[in-house]
């Protein structure tokens, strides 16, 4: 199993900028992606930022330009750098990554989240 934990959320000004950060345990010889994924009060889970095993990133058309998603490899800790942020970035911020145990089985996993709240 792959335990995630999420921080860096806040409240923060229109115009401001958060660093979330989340770290991996447990399996993780197993791990493949990593990204971050949010939700909103009455809306659906939405993709922000992913990073492959190999480093290739994919945004969010939302968030392209003002979000960077970023990962320390040796220290298995994904990172989201939040800049401009807007009050249509309030929500919960949940971790999520990939994990491959063996050749026919992919595992996902989630971190409790992280809220940030964006004041205008």
């Known amino acids: 199993q792959v335990q995630l934990m999420e921080s860096g959320g806040g409240l923060v000004q229109v115009g401001g900028s958060l660093k979330l950060s989340c770290i991996a345990s447990?399996?993780?010889?197993?791990?493949?992606?990593m990204g971050w994924y949010r939700q909103a009060a009455g809306k659906q889970r939405e993709l922000v930022a992913h990073?492959?095993?190999?480093?290739?990133?994919t945004y969010g058309d939302s968030v392209k330009g003002r979000f960077t998603i970023s990962r320390d490899y040796a220290q298995n800790t994904v990172y989201l750098q939040m800049n401009s942020l807007q009050p249509e970035d309030t929500a919960v911020y949940y971790c999520?990554?990939?994990?491959?145990?063996?050749?026919?089985?992919?595992?996902?996993?989630w971190g409790e989240g992280t809220v940030v709240t964006v004041s205008s």
């Open positions: 999520n990554a990939l994990s491959r145990p063996s050749d026919t089985v992919l595992e996902v996993h």
């Open positions: 447990g399996n993780i010889s197993s791990l493949n992606a």
């Open positions: 990073i492959s095993d190999g480093g290739k990133t």
